[in-house]
């Protein structure tokens, strides 16, 4: 059984920064996509940020791209998005999710994920 669990958001003035974590277990992940989502009141889920448990590679939206990254850390079995020059509009619970990497998804998409965190709530004050 694949659990992910997230920490770290809380609130933070608009320029400041936040590092989350999702810590998986119940399962080896080397052949592994995790994402990040975010979901704002009132605003569908939206695609933050993927990396490959193996290899690393990543992909973020543009609306974060430059301000957030995303690593991993195979010995804990941890995922990180560290987001910096946080906005207002960053403001949101932010999910990790994981699923078997296949060559040609859309990693992107949030309906190619079985597994989900509980979230975590950030909050950016202007």
């Known amino acids: 059984q694949v659990q992910l669990v997230e920490s770290g958001g809380g609130l933070v003035q608009a320029g400041g920064s936040l590092r989350l974590s999702c810590e998986a277990s119940?399962?080896?992940?080397?052949?592994?996509?995790m994402g990040w989502f975010r979901q704002a009141p009132g605003k569908e889920r939206e695609f933050v940020a993927v990396?490959?448990?193996?290899?690393?590679?990543?992909d973020y939206a543009d609306s974060v791209k430059g301000r957030f990254t995303v690593s991993r850390d195979n010995a804990k079995n941890t995922v990180y998005l560290q987001m910096n020059s946080l906005k207002p509009e960053d403001t949101a619970v932010y999910y990790c999710a994981a699923d078997r990497y296949v060559i040609g998804q859309n990693l992107r998409e949030d309906a190619k994920y079985d597994y989900w965190g509980q979230g975590t709530q950030v909050t950016v004050s202007s």
């Open positions: 119940g399962r080896t992940f080397s052949r592994y996509v």
């Open positions: 990396i490959l448990w193996s290899g690393g590679s990543t």
